[in-house]
């Protein structure tokens, strides 16, 4: 009857927990600025619609994002909001991950862990975001969850659903590479642990490495055929996404064009990547100050996670419960990760933070459940010293990443100050003057905005030739007006561009952009 009634709160439990997690994210999901990066990528996914063609291009990332809000533009229509959506919603359904580590964790922090995956500053922050880093992380963690639950109950299916699903989390970003790096490393230490543990009872190591290679060979021969399907899976999630449009659709009624679309998939997607991420030019940059800069980051979005991890951890290693595989697991995973990203990370940017914190949220649930525990003894005994001090921790636990959230993400989510704003997040209201915009788009015949200077400047722009290029990105000024043309494509406003002010003086367009530094020039040859 106890284990009816676990089965029946927890989940209940959890899923209110994802409830509020999902209103958080969509409540005013549309009303913050476009961040460049989401721009340039929103309006390159209105061009992939309106050509009907697609090819993979690593300086965007993977091609999740580009097709899964190319169907959500068509059903219902482009803006900020539907940007979103994808992110905010598969960010607010993350906390219901936690249901898979049951078995592994107490009731206690399986739910503190839906907490922290809810409420976490960075995980809300970027699940308003149009960025692959929130679902690259639920994906693998889902991924992660399924395998673990296919180890623990013996059944296929979890690795059946495994596998698709870390194959989506490869569609996202190229680094879904350091989750795999990570959780080898990851094993190896806890396998070291392991090694420690068996001297101290009169073990010799190398018998447990080979128990362990045993048993590992064993269970990979068992499972061979769910592992095969599993990969087959994985593979056709992995070309489905990365092959070219419309080559795809083409191949599927002539199979003959079938290897060629198979090998851009793959060979070709790992020769994009390679050229542009493979190398060192992308990483030209102080490791040290990266570190540092992420660093800061992870204690200022994740205090909480960050304290009761290795509260956590500590804990589990040496408390007398004995230490448990995950917990260990996840705290050198988010260790692990914290230097990686510092390393391969081409730009300065919260959003990297997103893959630290959550594994280290794993851990920070075991320290939470821990001091609830305190608690609840320190009642039953009458030690109201330890009572009020447990108490208090779990006050702060929970107030602080709500408050810290709700400045971050709704009081000033572009502000300069707000340390999880990347820099190319404009800090101004442009809201109002967007709108005025639109309405002036709408009235107006012929061009609606022009462009004045030379950093915005297109040549063949009048002529309507420079537009946007599925293998080649922007045209020249586009990317120095970011984020402005995804506006001006919702809008389906006529934009052109000139650099000349006798231009300005024949064509008189009702909006004109410049620079600060033209404003006078630009002034005085315009009515009003």
């Excluded at 959500?72 to 539907?82: E, I, Q, R």
């Excluded at 705290?331 to 959550?358: C, E, Q």
């Excluded at 572009?414 to 809201?431: E, F, H, R």
């Amino acid at each position: 009857m106890g284990r009816f009634r676990r089965l029946r709160r927890l989940p209940v439990a959890l899923s209110l927990v994802a409830a509020v997690a999902l209103v958080a994210r969509l409540v005013r999901l549309g009303a913050r600025v476009a961040h460049q990066d989401e721009a340039r990528v929103a309006h390159w996914t209105l061009h992939y619609v309106a050509v009907d063609a697609w090819q993979y291009r690593p300086i965007i990332h993977g091609p999740f994002l580009p097709h899964v809000n190319g169907v959500v533009f068509n059903a219902l229509g482009p803006s900020d909001f539907t940007a979103r959506l994808v992110v905010g919603v598969v960010g607010g359904l993350f906390p219901l991950v936690a249901w898979l580590f049951r078995s592994r964790l107490r009731d206690a922090e399986v739910l503190a862990l839906a907490f922290l995956l809810a409420f976490n500053p960075v995980l809300v922050y970027y699940s308003r975001f149009m960025r692959n880093d929130v679902l690259l992380a639920a994906f693998a963690v889902t991924a992660l969850g399924l395998f673990v639950r296919a180890i623990d109950t013996g059944k296929a299916r979890y690795l059946l659903l495994g596998a698709p699903v870390f194959g989506l989390a490869a569609t996202t970003k190229e680094n879904v590479l350091l989750y795999p790096i990570a959780w080898l490393g990851a094993l190896l230490l806890v396998g070291d642990y392991r090694l420690l543990a068996a001297r101290h009872r009169a073990v010799a190591p190398l018998t447990v490495v080979k128990r362990t290679l045993r048993d590992v060979i064993r269970g990979l021969w068992r499972w061979k055929v769910p592992i095969v399907v599993g990969a087959v899976e994985l593979v056709v999630v992995f070309v489905a996404f990365y092959a070219p449009k419309p080559d795809l659709y083409q191949a599927l009624a002539n199979p003959t064009q079938l290897p060629a679309v198979l090998e851009a998939a793959t060979v070709g997607t790992g020769e994009e990547f390679l050229d542009l991420w493979g190398g060192t030019r992308m990483q030209e940059h102080s490791t040290i100050e990266f570190l540092g800069h992420l660093i800061a980051v992870v204690l200022i979005g994740g205090a909480t996670t960050v304290a009761f991890s290795i509260l956590g951890f500590l804990g589990n290693r040496y408390g007398e419960d004995g230490s448990r595989p995950l917990v260990a697991f996840a705290f050198y995973w988010g260790a692990a990760s914290l230097v990686g990203y510092a390393i391969v990370s081409d730009i300065k940017a919260g959003w990297t933070a997103v893959h630290v914190l959550v594994p280290l949220a794993i851990p920070a649930a075991v320290g939470i459940a821990w001091v609830h525990r305190r608690l609840r003894a320190g009642i039953a005994s009458g030690d109201r010293r330890t009572a009020a001090i447990a108490a208090l921790l779990l006050v702060l636990a929970v107030t602080t990443p709500v408050g810290v959230a709700v400045s971050t993400s709704y009081v000033a989510p572009q502000s300069a100050d707000n340390p999880l704003v990347q820099y190319a997040q404009p800090a101004g209201d442009m809201k109002p003057t967007l709108r005025e915009i639109e309405s002036i788009s709408e009235r107006n015949e012929g061009v609606d905005v022009m462009f004045y200077g030379e950093e915005f400047y297109a040549a063949d722009e009048a002529d309507g030739e420079a537009t946007l290029d599925i293998e080649s990105g922007g045209h020249d000024g586009w990317f120095e007006r970011l984020p402005l043309p995804w506006y001006f494509a919702q809008y389906d406003a006529t934009v052109s561009s000139t650099k000349s002010p006798a231009h300005l003086d024949e064509s008189q367009p009702p909006v004109v952009i410049a620079k600060e530094k033209h404003a006078d020039e630009v002034a005085t040859r315009l009515d009003g």
